[in-house]
């Protein structure tokens, strides 16, 4: 009986190069929700573009390439849990098909929240000329719901809410192809500098990410900064990272 329960546990370089493959399987599909962030900022561009008349072009190009930094930076924050759950189990050898599809409906429904939000954000910059925050629902003097509510008519919505959804469902197509990983995948062993080294290369690529720098300071505010208008600047940022930050302080 012992002799049973010991071979079903994988060895730990099969569950290692399983999680690999899972990582591996992910990566196109965050590039394509980047690609996708970085659509969602031209259709909020596009629908604010009567902020941007006196804007040089070079300076809004500018907002988009800076922009991606904060996508990054979004993803990576988002990444944190699932790498850290699907690695944990590869070296516990225990629960890696479980944490992986875990893993796959945390993104699916991260990607979601972050449609909606964004949808609702492409409305407010279009009247404020600035991103959507939790202050303007809670501490709010109700010019959101109302200015939203005059300015809109069904056509709009309709082709808005359909816009997004196409968004939402293309995102989740790459985390649903992503799938949960293998419980193991036999193969050669590895050494324990490679074993290591994956280990902790994964951590340091998401660490990265989500501090959206390589510089001893975390990207912030300042880093959006890329012209004297406000509302460039405003443009630079992901509608995520922009929804906590009080108004005054973005």
């Known amino acids: 009986m012992e002799t049973l329960s010991k071979s079903k546990i994988p060895p730990l370089d099969d569950s290692l190069r399983a999680a690999a493959r899972f990582f591996k399987n992910l990566l196109p599909a965050l590039l394509q929700a980047l690609f996708l962030m970085e659509l969602i900022r031209f259709l909020i561009f596009w629908n604010s573009r009567t902020h941007f008349i006196l804007m040089e072009n070079a300076e809004i190009l500018k907002a988009f390439a800076v922009g991606l930094r904060f996508d990054s930076l979004v993803l990576g924050f988002a990444m944190i849990p699932v790498v850290l759950i699907v690695l944990l189990a590869a070296w516990l050898r225990r629960g890696l098909v479980i944490a992986g599809r875990l893993s796959c409906w945390f993104l699916i429904l991260f990607w979601l929240f972050f449609c909606g939000l964004s949808m609702f954000d492409l409305f407010f ?97 300042s880093h959006s900064e890329v012209s004297s208008f406000s509302v ?15 108004p005054e302080e973005e």
């Open 125 to 221: 910059f279009s009247f404020s000329g600035r991103h959507l925050t939790v202050y303007d629902f809670s501490g709010g003097d109700g010019r959101f719901a109302t200015t939203v509510g005059q300015r809109l008519g069904w056509e709009t919505l309709l082709l808005t809410i359909g816009i997004f959804l196409c968004l939402a469902v293309l995102g989740l197509r790459g985390f649903i192809k992503a799938d949960a990983p293998e419980r193991e995948m036999p193969g050669p062993a590895w050494s324990w500098g490679r074993r290591l080294g994956f280990s902790f290369g994964i951590l340091l690529l998401v660490a990265l990410a989500a501090r959206g720098t390589v510089t001893p300071h975390h990207l912030e505010r």
């Open 232 to 246: 460039v600047n405003q443009l630079v940022l992901n509608p995520l990272w922009a929804f906590d930050k009080k």
